[in-house]
């Protein structure tokens, strides 16, 4: 077990982590006659890739993330790696080894960053597999992925639902909260300001989090709120301006 374990555990609740689950689910649980592809997606920072780790621990599911780097080759080989499989040597051999294994396990696919398969024109050997081997494939993306699979008929037909994924909301907040900062308290006057500043952004949230944290013991506080931080900028990823002396 992981160190990561109790952490995705103890934030399941999580608003994207529910959507992406449940979205998994479906595919998991589709009639026979239905496709079996779902879509993830949404803006950087929203969580998407720490779902599908939720996701995946929830279903047992193969679990892979797509590098720029990536050939079709490689795509194949890491997902064998994953299937603990020696890769055969031909990328038709590999294909068949991965559908092979996902019939035969029926474990589902979850294909994290899955823009690079289609600004790479690489998407048809998902299809292939998806097509030999009826298995529940989630993929997971940017914003625009919907909007950039659309011209790709063959396997956009193929969806059986889209989930976007939602900004962090104040719910959220509060799970995250005692994760990222547990050793003190935060007001909701400064939370909520942090909600705003960060503009739905999870990831900015709980470096915020931690910041927060960070400045209370640094100053000897317990509980911090507007009062307390004051004038201390939150972090919205944009570099602060140069003091010129």
Request: net charge neutral.
């Amino acid at each position: 077990m992981t160190e990561e374990t109790p952490i995705v555990n103890s934030i399941a609740p999580l608003t994207n982590v529910a959507l992406c689950t449940s979205a998994l689910e479906q595919a998991v649980s589709r009639p026979g006659s239905l496709p079996g592809l779902v879509g993830f997606y949404g803006p950087s920072g929203y969580g998407k890739s720490f779902a599908a780790t939720y996701a995946a621990n929830q279903y047992n599911a193969y679990h892979i993330a797509c590098k720029e780097s990536w050939t079709k080759k490689a795509f194949l080989q890491n997902i064998l790696k994953e299937m603990s499989i020696k890769p055969a040597n031909t990328i038709p051999q590999l294909a068949d080894q991965v559908a092979e294994q996902l019939s035969l396990s029926g474990r589902p696919l979850i294909i994290d960053e899955f823009d690079y398969m289609v600004t790479k024109n690489n998407i048809e050997i998902v299809r292939d597999i998806y097509e030999s081997s009826d298995a529940a494939i989630l993929i997971i993306g940017e914003e625009q992925l919907e909007t950039n699979l659309a011209a790709h008929e063959r396997f956009h037909n193929r969806i059986l639902k889209w989930v976007p994924a939602q900004p962090v909301n104040i719910d959220d907040a509060e799970l995250l909260k005692n994760i990222y900062c547990p050793k003190i308290m935060i007001g909701d006057d400064l939370l909520k300001k942090i909600l705003r500043a960060v503009k739905g952004c999870t990831r900015r949230l709980c470096v915020n989090l931690y910041n927060v944290q960070s400045f209370a013991l640094d100053h000897g506080h317990t509980h911090v709120s507007l009062t307390e931080w004051g004038q201390q900028p939150i972090y919205t990823g944009r570099a602060p301006e140069r003091r010129v002396a």
